[in-house]
């Protein structure tokens, strides 16, 4: 198998062979057909701040994988080899995740624990799936989970990148009326040809609008800020975006405004099938861009520089997937 692998911050990810993984008790082997390509993955790349939480280094990255199983653990009883499988990245019961403790995705071949995996629908794509465990995953938790959010609620939110554009489609498939703030002018025009109520660059621009919720998808300091200050009275703001690990907020409009901040991180297998039957009923899907194994690491650079617009990238070991 190959991989690419995470060792020092700053520093390129190196291409790795190895034998492929045998399958532990309670484990599967997959070969990966799909693995999205994510900002977190880039703030692991650039900001010393990961190295504390990530559970193993060196290890390889990509936590958004889809793959076949090629073979089962002793104890595996729900899946057998030749089933299409997503797997959840948040921490298993054993205490890793994929790319964080356990080698991920970014690779031809990787593992997973039984208690991770999660049936794809025969209506639902390979790249698709893989777009579910983590773009998916992360906003719909973002979204319905702690933002609590459905039909009639005014719900904002900002950074319309890969998570942001399908927030914004899972509120408006919820009901609920949507602004979003965006500096890119694509992002907006695609947030509202998908259903959005208002967009401009600021959600400052909405401060008189009564936004119950603001999702911050950014997380760059200074949207949590101004999150704060145009979220109604009493309403929730809900930070998600982890490009910067800091922020800076007004804490006498936290206090007079009674405003609840909260974080919301990844999600759950539940997260995920909630976003896979959306997909199998056609209801959601996320915008893909295609990549190959080999243009991982060029490609995680394209984020960093803010490159990447209209979808989700996601890296195929298929050529049948990457036509």
Not at 11 to 34: D, I, Q, S
Not at 287 to 303: C, M, R, S
């Amino acid at each position: 198998m190959k991989g690419w692998e995470f060792r020092k911050t700053h520093e390129p990810l190196v291409l790795v062979e190895r034998e492929t993984p045998k399958a532990k008790p309670g484990y599967v082997v997959l070969k990966v057909t799909g693995c999205g390509l994510c900002h977190t993955d880039v703030s692991t790349l650039e900001d010393p701040g990961w190295m504390s939480i990530l559970g193993k280094v060196p290890c390889i990255l990509g936590h958004e994988i889809a793959g076949e199983i090629i073979e089962v653990g002793e104890g595996v009883k729900n899946f057998k080899v030749g089933e299409r499988v997503a797997v959840c990245p948040m921490v298993g019961n054993d205490g890793t995740g994929a790319g964080n403790g356990r080698d991920g995705g970014y690779a031809t071949h990787t593992t997973a624990p039984e208690e991770m995996l999660i049936h794809i629908p025969d209506e639902v794509d390979t790249l698709q799936a893989a777009a579910s465990t983590d773009a998916g995953m992360t906003s719909y938790h973002a979204v319905v989970g702690r933002g609590g959010v459905k039909k009639g609620t005014k719900v904002g939110l900002i950074g319309i990148g890969g998570l942001g554009s399908v927030g914004t489609r899972i509120a408006v498939e919820q009901g609920a009326q949507v602004y979003v703030a965006s500096r890119k002018e694509a992002a907006r025009a695609d947030a509202l040809k998908h259903g959005a109520f208002k967009a401009a660059d600021s959600i400052l621009d909405f401060k008189d609008d009564g936004l119950e919720v603001i999702i911050d998808f950014a997380g760059s300091g200074k949207t949590t800020a101004d999150a704060l200050e145009a979220v109604a009275p009493g309403g929730t703001v809900v930070v998600v975006g982890m490009t910067k690990l800091e922020s800076t907020i007004n804490t006498g409009s936290l206090i007079l405004k009674e405003v609840n901040v909260i974080g919301s991180v990844g999600g759950s297998k539940k997260d995920i099938e909630a976003v896979l039957t959306l997909m199998k009923e056609g209801r959601l899907q996320i915008d893909v861009l295609k990549t190959t194994f080999d243009d991982v690491p060029e490609n995680l650079e394209l984020l960093h520089q803010g490159k990447v617009t209209g979808g989700r990238m996601i890296m195929c070991t298929s050529d049948k997937d990457y036509q």
